[in-house]
Nanobody, 124 residues
Framework: QMHLVESGGGLVQAGGSLSLSCANT????????VGWFRQAPGKDYDFVAS????????RYADSVKGRFTLSRDSANHAVDLQMNSLNPEDTAVYYC?????????????????WGQGTQVTVSS
């Protein structure tokens, strides 16, 4: 059974950086797509980024492209989201998600596995 556990997050000033990590403690990633969604207060879930575990290829939302980098940590069965040049609009709860199968997915309904979420707050 897949069990996703996020770490990282916190409070940072605008222009700063944070790193999030998502570990899979229940089983191993194989033919999975692993990614991140976020939910700002009063808003819907937004796709942030995802990575295809088999080859490390990535996809990003336009709003984070060039600022966020998603990578895989094969040794620890984890993915790391490096977030740079953060702005207040990035403030949200960030959720790690995963789905079996290598096809790209971009809506929250397509990911059956979710972590508990971690808060990211960017002050102006």
């Amino acid at each position: 059974q897949m069990h996703l556990v996020e770490s990282g997050g916190g409070l940072v000033q605008a222009g700063g950086s944070l790193s999030l990590s998502c570990a899979n403690t229940g089983c191993t990633f194989s033919d999975h797509v692993v990614g991140w969604f976020r939910q700002a207060p009063g808003k819907d879930y937004d796709f942030v980024a995802s990575i295809r575990w088999s080859d490390g290829s990535t996809r990003y939302a336009d709003s984070v492209k060039g600022r966020f980098t998603l990578s895989r940590d094969s040794a620890n069965h984890a993915v790391d989201l490096q977030m740079n040049s953060l702005n207040p609009e990035d403030t949200a709860v960030y959720y790690c998600v995963a789905v079996y199968g290598s096809a790209w997915r971009f809506t929250r309904y397509e990911f059956p596995y979710w972590g508990q979420g971690t808060q990211v707050t960017v002050s102006s």
